[in-house]
Each structure stands twice: as C-alpha cells, then as structure tokens.
C-alpha cells in the first residue's frame, strides 16, 4: 500500500482534510448554501444513492441538484463514527455514519422532535487535486429512510 511510503505528519493533515469535508458538507446542506456543496467536489465528482436509483455526476450538476431544495426545509444532519483511510498522497477513503432530521413546510420556531428521516453510512472517495482534497464520490447507504414529512399538512404548490 501506497500510504506506508508518507510521512506520519502528511497522512494527519489529509486525514483532517477529508474529516473537514464529511463536516463541511453537512453544515453547507443545513445552515449553509446547498448549492455550495457541489465546491467540494472534484469537477468529475458523484453522488450517488444506490437504493433511490439516484446518481449525480458532475460539479454543474451537483451544484443545481443541491440547490434545489425546497426553500422550506429545515434540516439537521448528524454525522459519526467516521473513519478515513489513506491510500497514497492524492488518494484517500473514509466511511461515516448519519441521521437526518428534516421537514419542509417550515416557518420558524422550533419544531417538535421527531425521529430521524434516514439513518445510514457514506462512503466516500478524495482526491487531492492543485493541493487540495476533494471528494471524488459519494455514496448514500440507507439503513432505515422514509418520507420528509410537511409541517401543517399543508400539501405543496
């Protein structure tokens, strides 16, 4: 394997590297810009759910997919137990497990708890492009999923 050949200090800094983007991510979908998520692929990257039959490819088309969710939503992701392996200087793997509650239909306020949406694990692939890591893929694995439910019942226009 490739890695045994880097530095301990150089696989530590890619290790946090690709940590931050699995963090990053998350809080671009949640408080951030979605649309903004498509900056931490690489311009050939993926995202993929493989139970949804839902595959994204492309730094454009990520950018219009994310950014097209509904203006209502109120998402929070959780995210652990994450695990990033590196291959080579450019070339890294990491494994995290999430929860997502989310709603649409919004307004304010907070919401009452309810459990999670979809619970289930990434895996992902980096690239280190120009000095900085990117992911490369993504793939959505569902354990448990259901339906984002709407505030008030109301149905959408």
Avoid at 107 to 129: A, K
Wanted: aromatic content about 10%; proline content about 4%.
């Amino acid at each position: 394997m490739e890695s045994d050949i880097l530095d301990p200090m150089e696989r530590l800094i890619a290790e946090r590297a690709c940590e931050r983007l699995i963090v990053e991510f998350l809080w671009r979908l949640d408080l951030g810009e979605p649309g903004t998520v498509a900056e931490l692929f690489t311009a050939d990257g993926t995202w993929e759910w493989p139970a949804g039959d839902r595959l994204v490819r492309g730094r454009d088309a990520l950018r219009e997919y994310f950014a097209s969710r509904p203006a209502d939503r109120l998402s929070r992701r959780v995210c652990s137990n994450v695990l990033v392996t590196v291959d080579s200087a450019t070339t890294a793997g990491a494994t995290s497990y999430f929860a997502t509650y989310r709603v649409d239909g919004y307004r304010g306020g907070i919401v009452p708890s309810r459990p999670p949406v979809n619970v289930g694990h990434y895996e992902d692939v980096y690239r280190r492009v120009e000095g900085r890591w990117l992911l490369a893929s993504r793939t959505t694995h569902l354990a448990f999923g259901g339906d984002t439910e709407r505030l008030g019942g109301a149905e959408r226009d």
